[in-house]
C-alpha cells in the first residue's frame, strides 16, 4: 500500500494510528484523514476546528446554528430552504421550520384570500 497523507490541508501529517474516510470526493472515492481531523469530521465539528478563520460562514435561518456552507467538509451538513436562506440538517429535515415559517409569512403579507 503507498503512503498517505492527511487530506486536511493545515495537517497534512503522515503518520497516524488510524486512517478515517472524510467527505465524498469527485472520484468517488473519500479523502483520506488522520485519526485527529478523522474524528473531528466523524464528530460534524470538522470546519469549527479548522475553518474558523476562512469565509462563508452563515447561520442556520431557523435555529440560529453556524455553518460553514460551500466547503465540501461540511456539504451534508446543511441543505437550501425553499423559502430562501440555509438550515441545518436537523431542522432542514423537520416539518415544523416550514410550518412555523409559513405562519410568519402569512402573518406578515396574509393568505391571499382577500
Known amino acids: 500500500m503507498g503512503s ?10 503522515t503518520t497516524t ?3 478515517k ?10 479523502a ?3 485519526r485527529t481531523c478523522g474524528s473531528s469530521y466523524d464528530n460534524s465539528t470538522y470546519c469549527e476546528r479548522f475553518h474558523l478563520e476562512e469565509t462563508g460562514w452563515r ?3 431557523v435555529c440560529g446554528k453556524h455553518l460553514h456552507c460551500g466547503c465540501i467538509a461540511s456539504k451534508s451538513l446543511y ?3 425553499d ?3 440555509i438550515g441545518c440538517i436537523s431542522c432542514a429535515k ?3 421550520p416550514y410550518s412555523v415559517r409559513l405562519t410568519l409569512v402569512i402573518l406578515c403579507y396574509g393568505d391571499g384570500s382577500t
Not at 498517505?4 to 495537517?11: E, F, W
Open 4 to 13: 498517505r497523507i492527511c487530506m486536511n490541508a493545515s495537517c497534512g501529517t
Open 79 to 81: 441543505e437550501f430552504l
Open 59 to 61: 447561520d442556520c435561518s
Open 94 to 96: 423537520s416539518t415544523r
Open 32 to 34: 483520506h484523514l488522520c
Open 21 to 30: 474516510n472524510g467527505w465524498l470526493l469527485r472520484s468517488g472515492g473519500f
Open 83 to 85: 423559502y430562501g436562506g
Open 17 to 19: 494510528l488510524e486512517w
